[in-house]
């Protein structure tokens, strides 16, 4: 047989096992449709039963089994696994969203983001539009005015049964002095990420008699499932308003934490202000290292890689408000004198040869992470 002959029929029978994959692919799709629907029939029957979404038990009997089919069939067990859980992952997202939905929390009411052009005003505006919210949007982005959209604010209709607040800091405080002179009596949610600057101003409100609540949701807006993602409530002086806050999200998946607006910005200097600080650090130095990040990535620990996919997702941020998270935290300055610390006693270590000084920050470093409630 010549050469020509064999190479057409190497080429039929890789053209045939694509084929074969073509139909294997699309098996899998139709699969995990057919799954997304009994998934969607089970998330009815727990609303029905007053049933919680996630049941952690049974994901890991699923994810168990899985493992145990895959070692059957020669198939890479962590591969089935991480399979199964963007299956499961894509299924809570699908319930919670679905059963927001089904509790129509907004249907007859409605609501105006302000900022809602913006990333997060975005995540509200289409979180409340998913509740049966008539949405109102305000940002002065827009080109013009629409029956939906708004460049001012104050050219919105006046009767919303809720107002959110997405908006900078010093454009929250001149809204709220606004609505308190108005006297709004709807539900009013302020969502910055540092709330010194507007403690006096939201506490005025309240006792101007505003049903006003200050929250922050301590995620993303790339956020879709929020299991495991907390929201933080704080009391201004109208506890009914938190209340009402609060049942936004009951329905979700989200872990309601409410904290004195007092602690917030000292407890988020360490969360959100140092984690970022980190970051921030981290792809600085690696940029001044005269090396790609592409020529880093290819030789990269799966500690680098971890680092390095965080790192960009802070690099990719409005700059304006992580700078605003930095500067306008009173307590912010602390964290980042403790980094500066830490690096320069570990670089003092290492350089000094100081092996008992290194094992001693790495014991501290174990023994303060060990805490079960970390793994919980």
Request: net charge negative.
């Amino acid at each position: 047989m010549s050469n020509d002959s064999t190479d057409a029929s190497d080429s039929n029978a890789i053209d045939a096992l694509r084929k074969r994959l073509d139909a294997i692919d699309s098996s899998l799709v139709s699969l995990a449709a057919e799954r997304q629907r009994v998934v969607s029939e089970i998330g009815r029957s727990k609303q029905k039963q007053g049933r919680q979404l996630r049941d952690f038990q049974r994901e890991r009997a699923v994810l168990d089994h899985v493992r145990g089919k895959a070692l059957e069939l020669a198939l890479d067990p962590d591969l089935a696994e991480d399979l199964l859980k963007r299956l499961i992952d894509a299924s809570l997202t699908r319930q919670e969203q679905e059963r927001a939905q089904l509790s129509a929390h907004g249907t007859g009411r409605r609501a105006l983001v302000i900022g809602g052009a913006g990333r997060l005003g975005g995540w509200l505006a289409s979180f409340l539009d998913n509740q049966g919210f008539e949405l109102l949007l305000a940002d002065l982005s827009f080109a013009q005015n629409s029956q939906q959209q708004f460049r001012d604010w104050r050219d919105a209709p006046d009767d919303v049964d809720l107002i959110v607040l997405a908006t900078p800091i010093a454009v929250t405080v001149d809204v709220l002095k606004a609505l308190t002179e108005r006297g709004h009596r709807g539900l009013i949610l302020e969502v910055a990420s540092i709330k010194s600057p507007l403690i006096g101003p939201l506490r005025q409100a309240a006792e101007a008699g505003l049903n006003i609540c200050s929250v922050h949701p301590m995620f993303g807006p790339d956020t879709r499932l929020l299991s495991g993602r907390h929201v933080l409530f704080m009391d201004v002086g109208n506890p009914e308003a938190v209340d009402q806050a609060e049942a936004l999200f009951t329905q979700t998946m989200a872990e309601i934490k409410r904290i004195d607006i007092d602690d917030h910005d000292r407890l988020v200097a360490w969360v959100l202000g140092l984690s970022h600080a980190v970051n921030i650090a981290f792809f600085t130095a690696i940029n001044q290292s005269g090396i790609s990040a592409a020529d880093l990535a290819e030789v990269s620990s799966t500690t680098f890689n971890r680092q390095l996919a965080i790192a960009r997702d802070v690099a990719s941020e409005n700059p304006d408000l992580y700078f605003e998270i930095q500067q306008l935290n009173e307590y912010g300055g602390e964290p980042r004198r403790t980094l500066l610390e830490a690096v320069r006693s570990l670089h003092e270590s290492v350089e000094a040869g100081d092996l008992e000084a290194f094992r001693a920050r790495m014991r501290q470093g174990r023994d303060y992470l060990a805490d079960p409630r970390l793994s919980s």
